[in-house]
């Protein structure tokens, strides 16, 4: 059972440029989580969606950010213009259910680097 | 406001000492606790959880918490390090009045020495 996939693994874009990040969640898992890792810090929730439904995105930023997760296919995190405080590590993690007890599964994560 | 504090950003220990690598939290209610590991350049690796129950919570790799409710703590402890153990330890807190979303501490970067 592969895990929680994510791609690309680096991402480098220059100030303005969009940036499309992906995440497959494990095989069976309908609930997706994105988190943002900026450096020496810990991980700041973005958003959380199940399918085709965004369930709570209290921690997007209100512009340039949005995510989708739709019935077929990955979850996609896009960030447009991006500027250089976008550079970050963005996890995907999933999990088979809601229920506060069930842990997440993440991903490698997306490197973004933004020139 | 509800939050995770590691007070440590790192911690030394000697392989074969025991290691711990503190938490607290701050939030309402019974929250769900949890320990994540993260090596260089790879996403987070669930550890343990607690959730209700027994104190002393058994996890991964031999690693255990104890979650001690009058000092909101969920400190991670190892009788006995190895240099494998060697990477970035993150708490984080679901509170059980929110969606799904979990709260992060820091981190807490390990070095475990030969």
């Known amino acids: 059972n592969a895990g929680v996939m994510q791609n690309p693994r680096h991402l480098v874009r220059r100030r303005g440029q969009e940036a499309r990040l992906r995440c497959s969640p494990m095989?069976?898992?309908?609930?997706v989580y994105w988190y943002r890792q900026l450096p020496e810090e810990g991980l700041k929730f973005m958003v959380y969606?199940?399918?085709?439904?965004?369930?709570?995105e209290s921690g997007m930023p209100k512009e340039r950010f949005s995510a989708e997760f739709p019935k077929e296919g990955p979850s996609i995190l896009r960030i447009q213009q991006v500027v250089r405080g976008d550079s970050a590590a963005y996890f995907c993690?999933?999990?088979?259910?809601?229920?506060?007890?069930?842990?997440?599964?993440f991903g490698p994560g997306t490197r973004l680097t933004v020139l | 406001a509800q939050s995770v504090a590691q007070p440590e950003d790192q911690v030394n220990v000697a392989e074969g000492n025991p290691l711990t690598v503190k938490c607290t939290y701050s939030?309402?209610?019974?929250?769900?606790l949890f320990w994540y590991v993260q090596y260089p350049n790879r996403g987070l690796q669930f550890l343990l959880k607690?959730?209700?129950?027994?104190?002393l919570v058994k996890g991964s790799y031999g690693f255990e918490a104890e979650f001690n409710k009058s000092q909101t703590s969920f400190h991670l402890k190892k009788p006995s390090a190895l240099v494998s153990d060697s990477a970035l330890y993150f708490c984080?807190?679901?509170?059980?009045?929110?969606?799904?979303?979990?709260?992060f501490g820091t981190g807490t970067r390990l070095q475990v020495f030969p």
């Open positions: 993690a999933s999990s088979p259910r809601t229920g506060s007890h069930n842990e997440q599964f």
């Open positions: 095989k069976g898992h309908s609930h």
């Open positions: 969606l199940q399918k085709e439904n965004i369930i709570d």
């Open positions: 939030v309402s209610g019974n929250p769900y």
């Open positions: 607690y959730i209700t129950g027994d104190n």
């Open positions: 984080a807190v679901r509170p059980p009045s929110d969606t799904d979303k979990l709260i």
